[in-house]
């Protein structure tokens, strides 16, 4: 758990990387989202998720240490495959590169990005509390298929493409309350959010292969990376 605290707080740092420059393209593809029911700040997004070309660069600049298996002419396509411990040697890297502020979504943000593609949800399975980890199994949307290139789903009014995709995108909520500030590193699932949220373990890169920790497990695993305007 050591690597994930550090992973997680250098992501908030502008730290210096040997032999790199100041990158704006990181910013260059992000748009503002008003966060309305946020506090109304504005939240600068990704229009899409990380690409399997930008992880590699991370790959060979040294900064990620695991690289995924990338089937030819898909270099431009989500990358998928990554855990949240991976994902946080990749803020890291990137926050070195352009400064700083580079940082995953809260659930409450990745919500408010969302909400204009919201669908009424069906009615839980239980009422009971005690059972709530499984009110909605079997009921929730799950896209399946390999990945799609960037844009192949739907694109909200902001310009913020592929919510309601087949990759799921890691948040940096703890599924926990509870695990904030200092602790957050001790934290050992995070949910994901995509056309349903799931909770997965920090270890998990392939979630068909179990790992789940509650939900419907996700298709695939990525992320997309979001800053506060200064």
């Not at 690289?67 to 990749?90: C, H, K, Q």
């Not at 009422?127 to 009110?135: G, K, Q, S, V």
Request: charged share 20%; with cysteine.
């Amino acid at each position: 758990m050591l690597r994930l605290g550090l992973a997680v707080l250098l992501a908030g740092l502008a730290v210096s990387w040997p032999g790199l420059h100041q990158d704006g393209s990181f910013r260059a593809g992000m748009v503002p989202v008003h966060m309305e029911s946020n506090g109304g700040r504005t939240l600068l997004v990704s229009r899409y998720e990380v690409s399997a070309t930008s992880w590699r660069q991370c790959y060979e600049d040294g900064g990620c240490s695991y690289m995924p298996a990338i089937p030819a002419g898909r270099e431009s396509f989500p990358i998928t495959g990554i855990n949240w411990l991976d994902v946080g040697e990749y803020l890291a890297w990137a926050n070195a590169r352009s400064g700083g502020g580079l940082r995953l979504p809260t659930l409450a943000e990745w919500r408010e990005m969302d909400r204009f593609l919201l669908q009424a949800r069906p009615a839980p399975y239980f009422t009971d509390p005690r059972l709530a980890w499984a009110a909605d199994y079997g009921q929730e949307k799950t896209p399946t298929g390999p990945v799609r290139p960037r844009g192949s789903f739907s694109t909200t009014p902001d310009g913020i493409s592929d919510l309601d995709g087949n990759v799921w995108e890691w948040t940096a909520s703890c599924f926990r309350a509870d695990f904030n500030g200092q602790s957050a590193s001790k934290c050992p699932a995070f949910v994901a959010a995509g056309e349903h949220e799931a909770v997965v373990s920090v270890f998990i890169r392939n979630p068909g292969l179990g790992g789940c920790a509650t939900g419907t497990p996700p298709t695939h695993l990525g992320f997309r990376l979001v800053a506060d305007l200064p």
